[in-house]
């Protein structure tokens, strides 16, 4: 569980940093590029409802079962959303401390600090949630959900990384 959960909160980590500096481009809300970095343009509005409704299948959740994790996960949802606000708005000061006219180290340090302790609290918060949820599950039912979230997804932000950088070669090669 371990890995998934520091999986998942490294996920929510870097779409919080994406979000913060999309945010501030003017082209929607953070939503509406979360959803893009993380389900490309076509994303429907029903889509995290759709997706539960797939593990709930795929995990054949009984209906107490859907119910109490249902309960987990809006019990949680204030505390989860607040506590990533908060690194989004840490994220987007880090942002404007690397853009300022003028490098101040120190000051880079301090708000990058507390990017880092906005998302251990954000960390924390999913576990919480997440070991809510596991505890809802029968001991078939948790594996074959480790097996549909298993840290394999990360592959994704990782090949991201890398064409990103990539690209950034290419253009500076091309000029």
Not at 75 to 83: F, G, H, I, M, Q
Not at 112 to 133: D, W, Y
Not at 138 to 166: I, S
Request: hydrophobic content about 50%.
């Amino acid at each position: 569980m371990k890995k998934w959960t520091l999986g998942l909160a490294v996920a929510v980590a870097a779409a919080a940093a994406v979000a913060a500096a999309a945010a501030s481009s003017g082209n929607g809300g953070v939503h509406e590029h979360l959803r893009r970095m993380l389900h490309g343009h076509a994303m429907q509005e029903e889509a995290v409802g759709a997706h539960l409704d797939a593990m709930a299948s795929m995990l054949e959740l009984t209906t107490p079962q859907r119910q109490q994790v249902a309960g987990v996960l809006t019990t949680a949802l204030p505390d989860v959303e607040a506590k990533a606000i908060t690194l989004i708005q840490a994220h987007s000061a880090q942002v404007a401390v690397i853009h300022a006219a003028q490098l101040d180290e120190e000051a880079l340090g301090v708000a990058s600090a507390q990017v880092g302790q906005a998302q251990a609290a954000l960390a924390l918060c999913v576990a919480r949630t997440l070991h809510g949820v596991h505890a809802v599950l029968t001991p078939e039912q948790l594996e074959r959900a480790q097996q549909l979230h298993g840290a394999e997804w990360l592959t994704g932000f990782t090949e991201h990384v890398h064409g990103v950088g990539e690209d950034i070669r290419s253009w500076a090669a091309r000029q």
